[in-house]
């Protein structure tokens, strides 16, 4: 089972986080949750936080793993990011475990060539990794991926996040296992669960157009920008997104 934090009783509901966070992106999410009548579990995904990898690593196959090891039939997911492309997944392999999804930022699928916004980010990311700066690495994933606005409020968890990971996971290297939906693109409509995919309405242009696209090739599923948001939808806008969450669950 993935290290997990949970609070309440009731349905499940499984958060995982984005790729340059831990779950303790979702600390102040699982009391409003639990306070609506569910069981909130927000786990570190594999290689992240108190989470280790292990080679060939596919993390859509540790969570299915999780929610059985919960002991419970069938589990919400919510996702971020990194989190919402592993909730996709998850989905499209072991269907029967999920009764609905909503994901902020999910990448399209197939991913689609990055834009030369988020093709700067990485870039600037690699270069610091490459000149094996780990202060420099933080901070250009802070300076990429939180909008000027946010910089104060979220800059310093993602920072205090990705500081927890480096030095969980500095010396980790890992392998990664076949990606079912890479190989089989034409998957991801067959999720037929009640979905909702939303992005900032500042977010990257890459994940702005993944959640309508997403939106038109799920069955049940819906498209929304959130307003004076960016890539960080459960950290930049908490109250908005819990609406959000509690709307799909409520579906």
Known sequence: ????????DGPTVLLLHAG?????????????????????????????GEAHARSPVAHWEEVAA???????????????????AVALRVAAVYPELVTSLTLF????VPEAEPSPELQAIWDAVDRAEADGDAERVIEAIVAGW???????????????????????????????????????????????????LAAGEEDLPDF?????????????????????????????APAESLRLILETLRR
């Open 146 to 196: 939180v909008r000027p606005q946010a910089q104060a409020t979220v800059g310093p968890q993602i920072a205090a996040m990705q500081l927890a990971n480096q030095r969980g996971h500095r010396s980790t290297e890992v392998e990664f296992a076949e990606d079912p939906l890479e190989v089989h693109p034409a998957r991801v409509a067959t999720i037929e669960c009640p979905a909702l």
């Open 1 to 8: 089972m993935l290290p997990h934090d949970q609070l309440g």
């Open 20 to 48: 340059i966070a831990n779950r303790q992106m979702w600390r102040d999410h699982l009391e409003p949750l639990a306070a609506a009548g569910y069981r909130a579990v927000a786990v570190d995904l594999p290689g992240f």
């Open 105 to 108: 930022s999910a990448n399209d």
């Open 208 to 236: 702005r157009d993944a959640a309508e696209a997403l939106a038109a090739r799920l069955p049940a599923a819906a498209g929304m920008l959130i307003p004076g948001c960016g890539h960080l939808a459960p950290l930049e």
């Open 66 to 84: 999780t929610i059985e090891a919960l002991e419970v039939p069938d589990v919400a997911v919510v996702g971020s990011s990194f989190g919402a």
